[in-house]
Structures are given as structure tokens and as C-alpha cells.
């Protein structure tokens, strides 16, 4: 089973005044294309723009920095949820909702995309639909229809649609006024992976903040689950694999460290380096363990179900502490002497192992 599963950084698609989009392309980084997974970034610079659009695939957005303003309308609603979001904050967007995104601050915004494209028209790529612009959806229909849908003049549709040379991603003039976000739109929407409580904290190791429909009830309409995990320096995250036939799509924030993947028949896989910027996804029971440099490591994975569930295979909750010892000397063909050495190790350690 030959497969590339080497870590890529995205490919720059479009880049203004205003910022930038960035995606992960399946030619690429083919796992995207068997996984059905997207990936992308948008960067938006001091009072940047990325105008109302739809897409085909939902989606979990996840700040990775600065700060702005989301605007959200969900299908069928009267209003629009208008969101200020952060660093750290992370938003499950079902595919069909219109999304705008805007920067009023000195430093960038960045914001990472990573979805379900399962159902959509390119698998391992979003297609995102613009209302607005030379390639927005009213771009195609001609001024008639464009009139008699939205009640205008032709001449005044033509000021509306066909006038407009400004892409998704626009600067915005200073003195331009934009909706003022509301605290209580984020209830139920947005949850901050940076300070949420923790639901692993080991002392040295790392910790993580996950993802599911009981912090964040809109993940259950993605279908995805998602976490954050910070690894100390020179910690070890668990040899482990999810158990319910899941992939695992993985951004290093920043830091860096190794990485080695085991599949089919004992073969590794994968043994590289990873750094911030770069995506990997690791095949559906594939075994994958990282350790961290000196610097520490962070990442954001999304995992296609939205109550994973994992199997690790050292620690304290590994399989090997549920499997009776007499299986464990058979299995290794080993002395009950060396079974207990092998049961007595990594009794209260959990998923992450401090270094020496």
C-alpha cells in the first residue's frame, strides 16, 4: 500500500491589497483526494475583507492569529450572526452558510479551514460561491433576470453586478463601517481552544482541548470533531490510532517536531520532521506517535467524526493494560518475568510522556 503522506504547505491561490487565500491542493498532498478533506488558509491584512460567500463543504475555521469580526447567516434566517473572533477561537460552519470575514486591526488575521468534501464537487478541494464580484454568483445571470430577482432597474443592477472589478478579498477604505459583533452570537458557535478547560493536562507532557458536540454543539452538523494539543519540549504524544475508522488531518500552529506513522503489516510509513505551516493526514487505523523539539509543538487536527474515539497503545489507558498478562506472554512469546517488567511500566503516564 504505497501512499505519500509527506507534510505539505499550501499553495498561494490569490493575494491583494487586502490578503490572501491559500490552499492545500490534492495533486499535492493526495490523501486530501482519498481522505475527502480541504484544506485552507485565508490571511487578511489591517482591514481586510473576504466578502459573503458559500461553499460546498463544511467546514471547522480556526483563528490562528489576530483578531477580527465573522459575519454568519444561516440558511433560511432573517439575520445575520456577527462574531468577534480571536485567536484560539474555533467554528464549526456547516456547508450552505454564508461566511464574511474582517480584519479592523494594524496586525493580520489568520484563519485555517479544514472540512468535509465529501459531498462536494471536487474531492479534496472547497469550491467556494461569492455573492459579490467579477466571479460572484448575479456575475452569471444576465441583467434581466438580475433585475426582475431583486426588484431593480437594469441600470442599477449593472452599478450592482456588472460594475465590479474587486475580488473575494478586498482593503476596505478607512471611515467604511461594518456591523458591530454581538457577545451573545457567539453562544453555541465558538469555542476558544486556549481557554476552554483543559481535557487532558499533563505535567511536562502537554495537554489538549477537544472538540465535540457537547462544547460545541454545531460540530454535530459538520460531522468532524476537532482538537488543539500543545507537546512540551522533548515530550512524546502516545503511539495511538483512531478507533473508529476516523482520518486525522493535522496543522502544526508553530514549533515543530518528528513524526513516524505505522500501517498495513508493521511498514512505516511516514518518519519525517514537521514545522509550523505544514499539513499531514494519517490513513483511517494507521499508528502515529510525535515527539517535540527542545521548542515545543503545537497543533489543530480535525478528525472525521464528531465524537472520536482513540485507542493508545502505551500508557496508562493503552490496550496493553487491558489484555490479561497470560495473553501478553503468548502474544510475545516472552517470560512471565519480562511481561510484568513490560505491564510495570508507564502505570500513571497517560497520553503524553514527559522527556527524562
Known sequence: MEMDLAPKAPKGLYAGDGGSYSSWAPDDLPMLRVASIGAAKLTLNSRGFAAPSYSDSSKVAYVLQGSGVCGLTVPEATTEKVIKIKEGDALAIPFGFVTWWFNPNDSDLAILFLGDTSKGHRPGQFTDFHL????????GFTPEFVSRAWDLSQSDVSKLVHDQSNAGIVKLKVGQ???EPSDKDRDGLVVNCLEAPLDVDIKGGGCVVVLNSKNLPTVESVGLGADLVRLHGGAMCS?????????????????????QV???????????????????????F?????????EGMEWFSIITTPNPVFSHLAGRTSVWKAISPEVLEAAF??????EQLFRSKRTSDEIFFPPK
Open 132 to 139: 459579490t464580484g467579477p466571479t460572484g454568483i448575479f456575475a
Open 177 to 179: 463601517k461594518m456591523p
Open 239 to 259: 503511539p495511538g490510532f483512531s478507533s473508529d475508522s476516523a482520518y486525522q488531518v493535522t496543522y502544526v500552529v508553530r514549533g515543530s517536531g518528528r513524526v
Open 262 to 284: 505505522v500501517g498495513v503489516d508493521g511498514k512505516r510509513v511516514l518518519e519525517t520532521k514537521v514545522s509550523g505551516g505544514q499539513l499531514f493526514i494519517v490513513p483511517r
Open 286 to 294: 494507521f499508528v502515529v506517535s510525535k515527539i517535540a523539539d527542545p
Open 333 to 338: 512469546d516472552t517470560t512471565p518475568e519480562l
